[in-house]
């Protein structure tokens, strides 16, 4: 018959595998304080992009430019024919097909208004706008007195700014997070929605013009007969 036998573990030994454990855990820890504020670091290090702070939006509104008129002016000035000139010009650059020209009624200049404003649509019919793409409208402008103007419209696609510029509500010594300030960067992003001529370019490209076939066999007989004399040298 066997016997068998139980030995017991030391306290000393179990004792021992607890404290290097709890090292172990302890150091597990540190070691993951020590990643995140690391990581912290990196993350913060990386600026903030003022166009996602700033962003260029895209939409349509209404572009106007009003004409003053007053109540002895039988025929367009100088001055107003400049003016047809350059919103006809803006007009027909961002592909409108609609122009409104508001009148007033009921003000003391009105039957200036109507004079000047026939003259303008004239003037523009020879630049090249069609009849069709006009359309006359009246507003009220009893209280206006001989302030009344004439109103040239047309609805466009306009770029801007979504964020206001201008906010200093930020300590700017504060640089724990070696971030830009949130101003950073604003004006030159409106200033550069401004500068743009079609707006409708950021929507996407634009599509490809038909080949010049004529001009095309032109460059490349000219490269086959003598391509290389006319480079300059580089040396």
């Not at 367009?76 to 400049?82: C, G, I």
């Not at 649509?121 to 020879?126: F, G, L, N, Q």
């Not at 391509?227 to 580089?234: E, I, Y």
Request: glycine share 6%; net charge positive; proline share 3%.
């Amino acid at each position: 018959m066997s016997r068998v036998i139980k030995t017991m573990k030391p306290k000393r030994t179990i004792m021992t595998k607890s404290l290097k454990m709890s090292v172990l855990l302890a150091g597990i820890m540190l070691t993951g304080c020590a990643s995140y504020q690391k990581d912290h670091f990196k993350v913060g290090s990386v600026p903030k992009d003022y166009r996602t702070q700033h962003p260029i939006v895209v939409s349509e509104s209404e572009v106007s430019e009003d004409l003053i008129i007053s109540r002895s002016m039988d025929r367009m000035s100088f001055r107003h024919e400049n003016t047809a000139t350059s919103f006809y010009s803006k007009f027909r650059q961002s592909g409108a097909k609609n122009m409104r020209v508001m009148l007033p009624a009921g003000s003391h200049n009105e039957g200036a208004a109507r004079k000047v404003a026939h003259d303008v649509i004239a003037h523009m019919k020879k630049l090249g706008l069609k009849r069709s793409q006009v359309t006359l409208s009246r507003y009220h402008a009893s209280n206006h007195g001989d302030a009344a103007t004439v109103r040239l419209s047309y609805s466009s696609i306009t770029a801007d700014v979504a964020s206001e510029c201008g906010k200093w509500n930020e300590d700017l010594s504060e640089t724990s997070e070696n971030q830009n300030y949130g101003n950073y960067g604003c004006a030159t992003q409106n200033n550069l929605a401004k500068m743009i001529a079609n707006p409708a370019d950021l929507l996407g490209p634009r599509g490809e013009t038909e080949i010049d076939a004529g001009r095309r066999d032109n460059v490349i007989n000219d490269w086959r007969d003598d391509g290389t004399a006319s480079l300059p040298s580089l040396l």
